[in-house]
């Protein structure tokens, strides 16, 4: 086993361990050869079963349980924690919808991301917006959009009219929101038009509250 890099620098597993307790266990590729974990390192401890490749660029510590929402710690990984959970995702991390409503994986990105060419490691739709700390929730160390902006979010997306109904229903009966807080939220977030010709707020929607 290689017990030093080319540059000298030594592997420390306290510090991959302590680095990976703070993630569920789980850590990318470059946060390992920040502790000196080369690629051929990280294969070795893969080899001896001390570390599990969950797929491209994110491992597990198998000294660790697998987490329950693995694929989504996988992608807030990948966006170097930039990434917050929205739309359909957020949906199923509030209890307003079901995992099984919502097979795809839907992550928020700042702006700044637009310009990057994107190589996924998870069959995920990505949206570009800036995500106030106000509108953000957190599961353990998974950020996600609050409810109000979650349901916002999922009419401008387009998101099926259906599971959004129940989703809204659910978030009353959780008193996540009120209608006065939706009709607000929907209004500020219809493109700007003329009176006339701005659509008002989706009534399926409101006829929940």
């Known amino acids: 086993m290689p017990r030093r890099r080319p540059d000298g620098r030594v592997p420390s597993w306290s510090r991959l361990c302590r680095l990976a307790a703070t993630q569920c266990g789980y850590f990318t590729g470059a946060q390992a050869l920040e502790v000196g974990f080369s690629p ?25 349980p697998r987490a329950e929402h693995e ?5 807030w990984l990948w966006s170097r924690k930039e990434g917050i959970f929205s739309h359909e995702t957020a949906l199923t991390l509030l209890g307003l919808a079901q995992e099984q409503e919502c097979s795809r994986l839907t992550l928020t ?4 991301w ?9 069959a995920s739709t990505v949206y570009y917006a800036e ?3 106000e509108d953000t929730c957190r599961r353990g160390p998974l950020p996600f959009t609050a409810p109000l902006r979650t349901l916002v979010d999922c009419v401008q997306a387009g998101v099926d009219p259906d599971l959004l109904e129940r989703a809204t229903r659910n978030a009353v009966r959780q008193r996540l929101l009120t209608r006065a807080g939706l009709d ?13 010709s701005s659509p008002p707020p989706p009534a399926r929607l409101r006829t929940c509250l």
């Open 40 to 64: 051929q390192l990280l294969q070795y401890y893969i080899q001896k079963s001390l570390i599990r490749r969950v797929c491209r660029g994110i491992f597990h510590l198998g000294q660790h």
């Open 71 to 75: 694929a989504l710690i996988a992608l």
């Open 109 to 112: 990105l700042p702006p700044s």
């Open 114 to 122: 637009r310009r990057r060419r994107l190589r996924l490691p998870l």
């Open 131 to 133: 995500v106030p700390a």
């Open 184 to 196: 607000r939220a929907l209004r500020r977030a219809m493109p700007s038009s003329p009176p006339r």
